[in-house]
């Protein structure tokens, strides 16, 4: 996480997130963000201390309009330590502050946000004790939306382990934010909700079909991980439907398609990562040579600074900086650094898991990667993926925002792919 730039101005949104909660130093950088997902020592903290290192770090995510991330964050912080009411109360505001922008499954949203508000009104004592009483005052503030909605849609006595897989992980490319978001066997429905235009071909543009692409490549990742996951639980012995003839190297090496599965998912959906700035910089005619263009470098000034042709405007500014924040992040010394490293040292050198002696990512020829680490980074590059492809969506309607079209636009109905409609249903409005 980078701190604000001096002058850069910092984004509000709906409610801030609340109640700094105080960690050991073991766990935290000068600045405070605890970069705890890439501290190999504190896995071994307490898991009270670990719930507030989570809880801190989504609550810098959050401010930074990275909410699907800090989402992942604060229930990770629940399951560290179920007694964290602070966690609760953080991801019922962070829920608020997306019904307020009135996009995605509204009535799902709010079933979980009352969720979460009866979840931390009843952890009181816990927020007191991880956050304090004027924390645990303003969740007791928090009133219910009554919502009908569905808590967690796509899961029933009868879902197959991927979908479980899949939903456990939060790796649904979905307006949902637990489950999978409905029944049906397209699941993975996050789209692009409006566009507005004068004609029929600026609503149609070219970004619908890239981002169907982008959707198609993750799916791909995300499967080939939970193939690979799959046989590497049952055991490691060379699988049936492997027709490798590997010679062993006696060095405790670990070879076969379903390591090299998890290889490929990780580097391939770090590579929809990079192509989301190459949609951007065309949709909004950023102008920028598509061959140059790339994730890290796209969304910011040299001086650090977002893009200013990015953002519609002030109060519409958080998407922009999630996707600048997001970029750092994948850099040098940031968040995810050792995911870019492994997907950088998998693309251009050989890398391999390893039982023992591992090396890590390393600059020579070859590194042997810890077989958990290896499963734990292909999940957070899927992760991390997911939320840039929800920021995209994101920043996207702060371009389509209804107060900015009224009474010139062309409706268009949307259409599942392949799914024809009738021709008398699928004529436009005139404008």
């Given at each position: 996480?980078?701190?604000?730039?001096?002058?850069?101005?910092?984004?509000?949104?709906?409610?801030?997130?609340?109640?700094?909660?105080?960690?050991?130093?073991?766990?935290?950088?000068?600045?405070?963000?605890?970069?705890?997902?890439?501290?190999?020592?504190?896995?071994?903290?307490?898991?009270?201390?670990?719930?507030?290192?989570?809880?801190?770090?989504?609550?810098?995510?959050?401010?930074?309009?990275?909410?699907?991330?800090?989402?992942d964050?604060?229930?990770?912080a629940?399951?560290?330590?179920?007694?964290n009411?602070?966690?609760?109360?953080?991801?019922?505001?962070?829920?608020?502050?997306?019904i307020?922008?009135?996009?995605?499954q509204?009535g799902?949203?709010?079933?979980?946000?009352?969720?979460?508000?009866?979840?931390a009104?009843?952890?009181r004592?816990?927020?007191l004790?991880?956050?304090?009483?004027?924390t645990?005052?303003?969740?007791?503030?928090?009133g219910?939306?009554?919502?009908?909605?569905?808590?967690?849609?796509?899961?029933?006595?009868?879902?197959?382990?991927?979908?479980?897989?899949?939903?456990?992980?939060r790796?649904?490319?979905?307006p949902?934010?637990e489950?999978?978001?409905?029944?049906?066997?397209?699941?993975?429905?996050?789209?692009?909700?409006?566009?507005?235009?004068?004609?029929?071909?600026?609503?149609?543009?070219?970004?619908?079909?890239?981002?169907?692409?982008?959707?198609?490549?993750?799916?791909?990742?995300?499967?080939?991980?939970f193939?690979?996951?799959?046989?590497?639980?049952e055991?490691?012995?060379?699988?049936?439907?492997?027709?490798?003839?590997?010679?062993?190297?006696?060095?405790?090496?670990?070879?076969?398609?379903?390591?090299?599965?998890l290889?490929?998912?990780?580097?391939?959906?770090?590579d929809?990562?990079?192509?989301?700035?190459?949609?951007?910089?065309?949709?909004?005619?950023?102008?920028?040579?598509?061959?140059?263009?790339s994730?890290?470098?796209?969304?910011?000034?040299?001086?650090?600074?977002?893009?200013?042709?990015?953002?519609?405007?002030p109060?519409?500014?958080l998407?922009?900086?999630?996707?600048?924040?997001?970029?750092?992040?994948m850099?040098?010394?940031?968040l995810?650094?050792?995911?870019?490293?492994?997907?950088?040292?998998?693309?251009?050198?050989i890398v391999?898991?390893?039982?023992?002696?591992?090396?890590g990512?390393?600059v020579?020829?070859?590194?042997?990667?810890?077989?958990?680490?290896l499963?734990?980074?292909?999940?957070?590059?899927l992760?991390v993926?997911?939320?840039?492809?929800?920021y995209?969506?994101?920043?996207?309607?702060?371009?389509?925002?209804?107060?900015?079209?009224?009474?010139?636009?062309v409706p268009?109905?949307?259409?599942?792919?392949?799914?024809?409609?009738?021709?008398?249903?699928?004529?436009?409005?005139?404008?």
């Open positions: 996480m980078r701190l604000w730039a001096a002058g850069r101005g910092q984004p509000r949104h709906l409610g801030a997130p609340a109640g700094r909660q105080p960690v050991g130093t073991s766990c935290a950088t000068a600045q405070g963000t605890e970069l705890v997902l890439r501290d190999r020592h504190c896995r071994g903290a307490d898991p009270r201390t670990r719930s507030a290192a989570y809880c801190n770090l989504a609550n810098s995510l959050d401010h930074s309009g990275r909410w699907a991330e800090a989402y964050l604060y229930l990770r629940l399951e560290e330590n179920p007694d009411g602070n966690a609760a109360g953080n991801l019922a505001q962070l829920l608020l502050g997306r307020s922008n009135g996009v995605g509204l799902h949203l709010g079933a979980v946000y009352d969720k979460y508000v009866k979840m009104q009843s952890l004592e816990g927020t004790s991880f956050a304090g009483e004027a645990a005052d303003r969740w007791d503030a928090l219910l939306t009554e919502s009908e909605g569905h808590l967690s849609h796509g899961l029933g006595d009868d879902s197959d382990g991927y979908r479980i897989w899949v939903a456990s992980h790796l649904a490319l979905s949902a934010v489950g999978l978001g409905t029944e049906d066997l397209h699941w993975d429905g996050a789209v692009i909700e409006q566009l507005y235009g004068t004609t029929a071909a600026d609503v149609t543009p070219p970004i619908l079909a890239e981002m169907n692409v982008l959707k198609s490549d993750f799916l791909v990742s995300r499967r080939l991980a193939d690979g996951i799959l046989h590497i639980a055991g490691p012995e060379q699988k049936d439907d492997d027709s490798g003839y590997y010679v062993e190297t006696l060095d405790h090496s670990l070879y076969g398609t379903q390591y090299s599965r290889l490929l998912a990780q580097r391939s959906a770090l929809v990562l990079d192509k989301t700035a190459v949609v951007i910089n065309e949709y909004l005619n950023i102008g920028d040579r598509p061959d140059r263009v994730f890290r470098k796209f969304w910011s000034e040299t001086d650090g600074s977002v893009r200013a042709n990015l953002v519609h405007s109060a519409r500014a998407p922009a900086f999630a996707l600048s924040e997001l970029a750092f992040d850099d040098k010394d940031g995810y650094e050792p995911s870019q490293a492994l997907r950088n040292a998998g693309t251009h050198r391999h898991a390893a039982l023992l002696d591992a090396t990512v390393t020579d020829s070859r590194s042997r990667i810890d077989l958990f680490d499963v734990d980074s292909t999940i957070l590059a992760q993926t997911r939320s840039a492809f929800l995209i969506i994101d920043l996207v309607a702060t371009w389509n925002h209804p107060d900015d079209h009224v009474g010139e636009y268009l109905p949307s259409y599942e792919y392949m799914q024809f409609p009738d021709p008398d249903e699928a004529q436009t409005a005139d404008p």
